[in-house]
C-alpha cells in the first residue's frame, strides 16, 4: 500500500494511504457526473448524520472494493485484535463494500461526532478547496489552538478518558483514503476560506449475505 502511515489508539486505530489510479480516476469520473446536474443525483441525506446539503449515492465500485479487501488484511496485520471479536461470523460470509456516497460540503458545513453502521467505514478525499494555514489563522488565538476544517477521531484511553485525534486535512490529502472501525466516533470541522466544494466519498465495509 503506496505512503501508508498507522494511526494507533490503543489497540485500535485507523489507516491512511494512496488510492489506486484507476480507482480514483472511476470516483471523480463518477462525482464529475453528479455535481454536472444535482437535481438527477440520488440523494442520501436521510441516510445521513452530516449537515451538509449536497450528499449523494453513488453506485457499487468494483475495484474500489477489491482494493478496500487490501486494507482489510492490512488493517488486521496492523490492528490483529479488532477483527477477532468477528470472527465467529465469518465463516460463509466475507466482508466487502456495502454503501458508497459523496459529499460535496460547501463553506460552514460540517459532519457531527458520529460513528457509521458496519464493520470498516472509510473516508476518500478527492478534492481540498483552501490552504490550512489560511484556515488555521482564521481563529488563530483561540485556546488550545484552532482547529477549523480538521478531521477527527474520538476515542477512550485506559483511564476512561475522551481523547482526540485531529487529522489535519491538506490539499496533500487529495488522492488519501482513511479506513478506520465503523464503530469509532469521528467528526469533521466546518471551513470558512473557500467557497469551493471540499469533495470527500465515504463508505461502508459489512458481512456480505
Same mark, same amino acid.
Given at each position: ?8 489508539? #490503543?489497540?485500535? #486505530? ?196
Amino acid at each position: 500500500m503506496n505512503n501508508l502511515h498507522v494511526m494507533k489508539f #490503543g489497540d485500535i #486505530g485507523a489507516l491512511l494511504c494512496d488510492i489506486p489510479h484507476d480507482v480514483m480516476i472511476n470516483l471523480i469520473n463518477q462525482t464529475n457526473k453528479i455535481k454536472e446536474d444535482f437535481n438527477k443525483a440520488e440523494k442520501y441525506n436521510n441516510s445521513l448524520v452530516g449537515h451538509i446539503e449536497n450528499e449523494y449515492e453513488l453506485a457499487y465500485d468494483t475495484d474500489l472494493d477489491y482494493f478496500l479487501n487490501k486494507c482489510i488484511a492490512e488493517y488486521d496485520k496492523q490492528f490483529p485484535l479488532y477483527l477477532k471479536d468477528y470472527n465467529v461470523l465469518f465463516n460463509d460470509a466475507p466482508l466487502g463494500l456495502h454503501n458508497l456516497w459523496v459529499n460535496f460540503q460547501k463553506k460552514y458545513e460540517f459532519n457531527p461526532p458520529h460513528s457509521h453502521s458496519g464493520i470498516f467505514s472509510f473516508v476518500i478525499w478527492l478534492k481540498i478547496p483552501y490552504d490550512l494555514q489560511e484556515e488555521l489563522g482564521k481563529f488563530s488565538n483561540v485556546h488550545q489552538g484552532p482547529k477549523t476544517s480538521l478531521f477527527n477521531f474520538l476515542y477512550t484511553d485506559g483511564l476512561g478518558n475522551i481523547k482526540t485525534y485531529y487529522i489535519n486535512v491538506d490539499k496533500n490529502f487529495e488522492g488519501k483514503i482513511c479506513f478506520f472501525p465503523s464503530n469509532l466516533m469521528h467528526y469533521v470541522n466546518p471551513f470558512y476560506t473557500s467557497d469551493d466544494f471540499r469533495i470527500s466519498i465515504s463508505g461502508n465495509v459489512k458481512l456480505q449475505n
